[in-house]
């Protein structure tokens, strides 16, 4: 039996859960459905999680192969690493479906987080790394430049879930997906501006599907948000079940939250993107569906530009058809990567029975 060590983002945004959901399902494709998955924290608290010495120390005793990923553990400060317990990490590693962006600052100008990862320890974890793979093109061009090598761009696995069957159910739902404007790294005008948009959005929404609009929070900071328009009913997900089932089920989403656009794209619900940051831009680009991402740093009439794209679904779906062949090759890529993991991870096995 294999055991595989997966650290992964655990901040309570169900985004993240699905993440994990789409990376597990890939697992087990490649490693069998007997692999045992240990899921852990990618950031340390009380001495273990992420590469933290503690945790590495349990990976060496106990895992095959430890999984970095996927999510955005570049930034946000959200993976610990021990830069010197990682070189005593003698578990084959891989790192899945990560991602690396910069935000717009004050005058709305890129410029790097402040919580990124430190150059040179994006360097050694990627040295360290049997497999490297980034979400999109954006995250590929930063590592590049900080110097870091083998890395390939081979998408996130939530573009990969498997799509709605051919005449599945549609509940009629029209999705909102929001943030709140205070987690949204953007020119104070437009975080301000945010509010005003929802509404304005929801009212449009409401005008052409009525009563089935829904303000969808993917963390519970967005419920102090949704509280804001207490007119226009919220949902909240802990579970990723049932968030998968409302995705796959709803007549359109429209989302600020890129992990609603991508498995949308993947079931062939309707979607449109509101882009506010570099990782959701670029990975909505990676994917091939760029003219159905609103870029809220130039988009002068929101409402409009949705509802342009909300009345075209057919478009959407010529698009998506058009992005098929880039999807499945890095599908394909993915799989690959993880078969050459596993060829890593057994040849561990072989020497450690050897000694």
């Given at each position: 039996m294999t055991t595989l060590f997966c650290a992964r983002p655990t901040t309570p945004n169900i985004g993240n859960d699905l993440i994990n959901r789409a990376t597990r399902d890939l697992l087990y494709a490649v490693f069998g459905e007997e692999t045992s998955i240990v899921n852990i924290s990618a950031f340390a608290n009380g001495g273990r999680g992420?590469?933290?010495?503690?945790q590495i120390y349990d990976m060496n005793r106990f895992a095959d192969g430890v999984?970095?990923?996927?999510?955005?553990?570049?930034?946000?400060?959200?993976l610990t690493i021990d830069r010197h317990a990682l070189r005593s990490l003698r578990t084959p590693m891989m790192l899945i479906g990560v991602s690396h962006g910069r935000i717009y600052d004050a005058v709305g100008a890129w410029t790097h987080r402040s919580d990124s990862m430190p150059d040179t320890e994006a360097r050694e974890l990627v040295a360290k790394a049997e497999i490297a793979m980034v979400r999109d093109h954006g995250s590929l061009a930063i590592l590049q430049a900080m110097g870091v090598g083998h890395v390939e761009q081979a998408g996130c696995p939530t573009m990969f879930m498997a799509p709605n069957a051919p005449g599945a159910p549609c509940d009629g739902r029209v999705?909102?997906?929001?943030?709140?404007p205070a987690r949204m790294s953007?020119?104070?005008?437009?975080?301000?501006?945010?509010?005003?948009?929802v509404r304005r959005l929801a009212d449009a929404l409401r005008d052409v599907y009525g009563d089935r609009v829904h303000l969808v929070c993917h963390d519970y900071m967005d419920l102090e948000f949704a509280a804001g328009f207490p007119d226009v009913p919220h949902l909240y997900f802990d579970d990723v079940d049932r968030y998968v089932a409302a995705l796959r089920g709803c007549l359109l989403n429209v989302t600020y939250r890129l992990h609603a656009f991508l498995p949308c794209l993947a079931f062939g619900a309707h979607s449109i993107h509101l882009s506010y940051d570099e990782r959701g831009k670029a990975m909505v680009d990676t994917a091939g569906m760029g003219t159905w991402d609103i870029d809220l740093m130039t988009e002068t009439d929101l409402v409009s530009a949705v509802?342009?794209?909300a009345a075209a679904p057919a478009d959407y779906q010529r698009l998506r058809t058009q992005a098929a062949d880039g999807l499945a090759r890095m599908r394909d890529?993915?799989?690959?990567g993880l078969q050459r993991f596993?060829?890593?991870?057994?040849?561990?096995?072989?020497?450690?029975?050897?000694?």
């Amino acid at each position: 039996m294999t055991t595989l060590f997966c650290a992964r983002p655990t901040t309570p945004n169900i985004g993240n859960d699905l993440i994990n959901r789409a990376t597990r399902d890939l697992l087990y494709a490649v490693f069998g459905e007997e692999t045992s998955i240990v899921n852990i924290s990618a950031f340390a608290n009380g001495g273990r999680g992420g590469l933290s010495a503690a945790q590495i120390y349990d990976m060496n005793r106990f895992a095959d192969g430890v999984v970095i990923g996927g999510g955005n553990l570049f930034e946000n400060g959200q993976l610990t690493i021990d830069r010197h317990a990682l070189r005593s990490l003698r578990t084959p590693m891989m790192l899945i479906g990560v991602s690396h962006g910069r935000i717009y600052d004050a005058v709305g100008a890129w410029t790097h987080r402040s919580d990124s990862m430190p150059d040179t320890e994006a360097r050694e974890l990627v040295a360290k790394a049997e497999i490297a793979m980034v979400r999109d093109h954006g995250s590929l061009a930063i590592l590049q430049a900080m110097g870091v090598g083998h890395v390939e761009q081979a998408g996130c696995p939530t573009m990969f879930m498997a799509p709605n069957a051919p005449g599945a159910p549609c509940d009629g739902r029209v999705l909102l997906s929001v943030r709140h404007p205070a987690r949204m790294s953007v020119p104070p005008a437009l975080q301000w501006r945010t509010p005003q948009d929802v509404r304005r959005l929801a009212d449009a929404l409401r005008d052409v599907y009525g009563d089935r609009v829904h303000l969808v929070c993917h963390d519970y900071m967005d419920l102090e948000f949704a509280a804001g328009f207490p007119d226009v009913p919220h949902l909240y997900f802990d579970d990723v079940d049932r968030y998968v089932a409302a995705l796959r089920g709803c007549l359109l989403n429209v989302t600020y939250r890129l992990h609603a656009f991508l498995p949308c794209l993947a079931f062939g619900a309707h979607s449109i993107h509101l882009s506010y940051d570099e990782r959701g831009k670029a990975m909505v680009d990676t994917a091939g569906m760029g003219t159905w991402d609103i870029d809220l740093m130039t988009e002068t009439d929101l409402v409009s530009a949705v509802l342009a794209r909300a009345a075209a679904p057919a478009d959407y779906q010529r698009l998506r058809t058009q992005a098929a062949d880039g999807l499945a090759r890095m599908r394909d890529l993915t799989l690959s990567g993880l078969q050459r993991f596993a060829g890593a991870v057994e040849r561990h096995r072989s020497d450690a029975k050897r000694r």
